[in-house]
């Protein structure tokens, strides 16, 4: 029997119940934000997302942006040009909740 197995055998022996039952366990929600119109990230809707998540026992793990396209003009008016060029993106957020803790 292995000492630090509290079912015994070899790690790799183990069932996935065991397994399960030897850790905490924790459940991911992930929520995604798009850019405002001018390609900006919306800050205020950010920050009401993480707050409630906050809120309901999750903590933010991971974000990362995903680029979805390319917003561009331009405009011309007695003689003078103007551009607008913006990246659109999906600003994604991945929230991480701990549902049941392995009593040690």
Same mark, same amino acid.
């Given at each position: 029997m292995n000492e630090n197995s509290k079912f015994g055998g070899?790690? *790799?022996?183990? %069932?996935? !119940? !065991?397994i399960m039952e030897l850790n905490d366990i924790y !459940?991911?929600? $992930? $929520? %995604? &934000?798009l850019d405002k119109e001018h390609g900006g990230v919306d800050i205020e809707r950010m920050n009401e997302v993480i +707050? =409630?998540? +906050? %809120?309901? *026992?999750?903590? &933010? $793990? =991971? +974000? =990362?942006?995903?680029e979805i396209g390319h917003d561009s003009s &331009? %405009?011309? &008016?007695a003689g003078v040009s103007i551009g607008i060029n913006a990246?659109?993106?999906?600003n994604v957020l991945i929230f991480e909740r701990c549902v049941r803790r392995y009593n040690r």
């Open positions: 070899m790690p *790799g022996e183990r %069932s996935e !119940e !065991e !459940e991911y929600d $992930v $929520v %995604s &934000l +707050a =409630f998540h +906050a %809120s309901k *026992g999750w903590r &933010l $793990v =991971f +974000a =990362f942006p995903n &331009l %405009s011309e &008016l990246t659109i993106d999906q």
